[in-house]
């Protein structure tokens, strides 16, 4: 039965979610990809019969879009010290692999009453990349920067 022939379902709306970096709500996120694996497939032939058989999952990068709100840039930086990088001086260097200050990064959805429906949980994410978006004097739209997340899974609750 389709969800508009039936009055007491409601489908998800795509503005209905929340970032949870640490303890950072992320408010300000316009965005978010939700984790999504990939499967490889190995092919073994036998005699005319091609078989298939599922292979290894590899869970795809998710990227967050936020608003920058003035004088985030450096705290986004920053944040790659407590992630991914060991900062010094004004390089990047060593590199360790990890949760955010051993917390939790996942991505929440509500539904109309502001109960939450889905939780992504990302196991061992990281910061793979931060874009700060394009300076251009003949726009007037908002300055977004585009946080890439890599992780290695993820469980849906």
Known sequence: MAFWSNNTLEPLRKFRFKIQFGDDVMWWAKSV??????????EHQLINHKIKYPGIVTWNDI???LVDIGG????YFN??????YNRSGSGVDGLKKGQY??????IQKF?????????????????KSIKYGD???SADEL???TITVAYDSATLT
Do not use: C, H, M, R
């Open 79 to 84: 944040k790659l010290s407590k992630v991914g």
């Open 111 to 127: 539904d109309a009453n502001g109960s939450k429906i889905e939780e992504w949980d990302l196991i061992n994410p990281f910061i």
């Open 135 to 137: 300076l251009d004097y």
């Open 101 to 106: 200050d051993g917390k939790t990064f996942n």
């Open 33 to 42: 990809t939700q984790p999504s694996p990939d499967i490889s497939v190995s």
């Open 143 to 145: 300055l977004e920067v």
């Open 63 to 65: 990227d967050i879009t």
């Open 72 to 75: 985030k840039g450096l705290e």
